[in-house]
């Protein structure tokens, strides 16, 4: 009969069982990693890189026409160089979309960081009561689309179908136009902050959980108020959490576009090229110039890179003056 240790050196077939080599093993625990890793890569690669490098591309090409660009190879595309970005950069529309999105931004993201923080405390509070309930009601918002949130709100701006102009109208009181002129911006920013809110809530109120308690049972030891908690201990410790929110909230604010082109067909004050990224899409779907719009988008990307990439710069070097206090 055949004895264990003999039968543990043999496979199934009766061949010799060796062991994998530590070099072997070595190899297949760090290549692990990278198998995991392709799937994500190939998705990114596909609908991520090769789309930015398609417009990239285009950007630097423009239609020739011959003739009255009638007939078989009366439109070529060729190259066109820095065309397009010279064309951009002297584009008036374009200037007064960013100054838009600039004057929207103005109001967009210090509202909305500061109700963030403002329900992040509030919630992390121990007197609160019904904090489930309170923190699903602020972070509902962000759950409804965009265009859906713009539609509620463009409705609720007109003076015909609004309940809020009845009910100023039954008091007696004055009814402001919200789409048209200056109060315009309000309106809009509304929506975004109506709708965005909730999220950075949920970012700072989960950092807000991961403090110690110890932390604040100490800071209550030494005669400490919950206010001067909230002010010298929690917002210091969630400062990365407002770097992030703040991150998001400026790249979100150079994108706006659902907003404006759901309130577009409700007033005339917006028009086509409200925004950039209006603007983008007008050239590329309204005038057929594939081109100039990938240069105008090029340009959105590498400002929101610049702009991104100088404020985290700025956040990392304060952080490191901080810490070497």
């Known amino acids: 009969m055949t004895s264990t240790a003999s039968r543990k050196s043999y496979g199934v077939k009766g061949a010799p069982y060796t062991h994998p080599s530590p070099t072997t093993t070595l190899e297949r625990a760090r290549s692990a990693p990278y198998v995991f890793l392709l799937p994500a890569t190939f998705l990114f690669v596909l609908f991520f890189a090769l789309p930015i490098g398609y417009a990239v591309w285009l950007s630097f090409r423009k239609v020739h026409v011959s003739g009255l660009g009638l007939g078989s190879g009366a439109r070529k595309e060729v190259w066109a160089g820095f065309e397009n970005y010279t064309e951009a950069f002297q584009d008036s529309e374009l200037l007064h979309g960013a100054l838009r999105v600039l004057g929207y931004g103005c109001i967009v993201v210090p509202v909305m960081l500061g109700l963030a923080l403002l329900f992040a405390l509030m919630l992390d509070s121990d007197k609160v009561r019904l904090a489930p309930f309170t923190r699903l009601a602020i972070f509902l918002p962000y759950a409804i689309p965009g265009v859906v949130a713009a539609l509620l709100w463009g409705f609720l701006y007109l003076p015909d179908v609004s309940p809020f102009y009845f009910v100023l109208d039954k008091l007696g009181l004055p009814q402001p136009d919200l789409l048209d002129g200056g109060p315009l911006y309000l309106a809009v920013s509304n929506i975004a902050v109506w709708g965005g809110t909730g999220f950075n809530m949920i970012v700072i109120y989960t950092s807000l959980q991961a403090i110690p308690a110890e932390v604040y049972e100490a800071a209550k030891l030494d005669g400490a108020t919950p206010l001067q908690i909230a002010l010298k201990i929690k ?87 901080e810490e070497a206090r």
């Open 235 to 321: 917002i210091p410790m969630v400062a990365p959490s407002l770097v992030l929110t703040f991150f998001f909230s400026i790249i979100a604010t150079l994108q706006v576009f659902n907003e404006p082109t759901t309130l577009k067909p409700l007033t005339n004050s917006v028009n086509t090229t409200w925004s950039p990224l209006m603007k983008v899409y007008q050239d590329a779907f309204g005038r057929n110039d594939v081109y100039s719009a990938a240069a105008e988008a090029t340009l959105i990307a590498l400002v929101t890179l610049v702009l991104s990439f100088g404020f985290l710069r700025a956040a990392n070097r304060r952080n490191k003056q």
